[in-house]
């Protein structure tokens, strides 16, 4: 059995959910493509698809993903104490997404256990802050991840809202069932 703590609690449910990300992309690129007729290729449904929002004062879809990313690596960065790396928003597309994603995951992976297990006490100190932190602990399970869910449930339902076929298994994704 693994042990619960506050790498495993965050570092690769985060990988996971990005993993998840990715694959409902691949099916929201395909609903583009499925849409595509000559006089609107899949680009422009792609397009439609990425500046939708749910809500008329909430991001679009482009920007609940990189959301998703900037929470997944700069969380897992702050747990770790190490500086995060730094990616552009400039995606335009579904594949410019994908490799945000990727890259995202790569540098989760260069996040060791021992970085992050019994840290529960570091400070974190976001700049909106202003002069107060969290401990790492309290960052952890009442900032990160859920903001770092509210970003990912978001963009499922933007796209669920405009038609592209995922279900509840699309965002669980793979469970590790034993026998």
Same mark, same amino acid.
Request: glycine fraction near 4%; proline fraction near 5%; charged fraction near 25%.
């Given at each position: ?16 959910? &990005? ?6 992309? /691949?099916? @929201?690129?395909?609903? %583009? $493509?499925?849409? +595509?007729?000559?006089?609107? =290729? ?19 879809? &482009? ?6 990313? /900037?929470? @997944?690596?700069?969380? %897992? $960065?702050?747990? +770790?104490?190490?500086?995060? =790396? ?94």
């Amino acid at each position: 059995m693994q042990e619960t703590n506050l790498y495993t609690a965050t570092i690769p449910p985060m990988r996971k959910t &990005l993993e998840s990300l990715s694959k409902i992309l /691949d099916k @929201a690129a395909a609903h %583009a $493509a499925e849409k +595509a007729t000559e006089r609107r =290729p899949a680009s422009y449904f792609e397009e439609r698809l990425l500046q939708s929002h749910l809500v008329f004062d909430q991001f679009p879809l &482009l920007m609940q993903i990189q959301r998703v990313s /900037d929470n @997944a690596k700069g969380g %897992a $960065a702050r747990l +770790a104490g190490v500086e995060p =790396p730094s990616f552009e928003d400039n995606e335009k597309t579904f594949q410019e997404l994908k490799a945000r994603l990727e890259k995202t995951i790569a540098f989760l992976d260069t996040v060791k256990a021992e970085q992050v297990a019994g840290k529960e006490s570091r400070n974190v100190i976001l700049p909106y802050w202003q002069g107060k932190h969290l401990t790492a602990f309290e960052y952890a399970t009442e900032y990160l991840m859920p903001n770092f869910y509210f970003h990912f449930a978001t963009a499922y339902s933007v796209l669920r809202a405009n038609g592209v076929e995922v279900g509840k298994d699309d965002y669980i994704g793979r469970l590790p069932l034993k026998n």
